[in-house]
């Protein structure tokens, strides 16, 4: 079993940024790839980005290309999402995911662990 935590989430004004984090509870991080997803009201949940258990992969969906950046640091568990330059149709709760890299980018489904989301809204 593994446990995510995420932190970092909050209200901020288009054009802004904010940094999330997700806590992994086990020493075995380095053997899964992370992914972010999330969900706005209304919507389903969508897939963001996603990196390869060793950091040298990632990917991103096409809405948050070029603004968004996914990163890892293996020695503390931990996955990072830079958000940058937001948008209000970027408000929804974040989701941090652990599983397999081609499996997280096909499908939420696919995913074998999710955190318990973190709320980013973004005013305009």
């Known amino acids: 079993q593994v446990q995510l935590v995420e932190s970092g989430g909050g209200l901020v004004q288009a054009g802004g940024s904010l940094r999330l984090s997700c806590a992994a509870s086990r020493r075995t991080f380095s053997s899964y790839a992370m992914g972010w997803f999330r969900q706005a009201p209304g919507k389903e949940r969508e897939f963001v980005a996603a990196?390869?258990?060793?950091?040298?992969?990632?990917y991103y969906a096409d809405s948050v290309r070029g603004r968004f950046t996914i990163s890892r640091d293996n020695a503390k568990n931990t996955v990072y999402l830079q958000l940058n330059s937001l948008k209000p149709e970027d408000t929804a709760v974040f989701y941090c995911?652990?599983?397999?890299?081609?499996?997280?980018?096909?499908?939420?489904?696919?995913?074998?662990?999710w955190g318990q989301g973190t709320q980013v809204t973004v005013s305009s």
């Open positions: 990196n390869s258990q060793s950091g040298d992969s990632t």
């Open positions: 995911a652990a599983g397999g890299y081609t499996a997280i980018i096909a499908a939420p489904e696919n995913v074998d662990y």
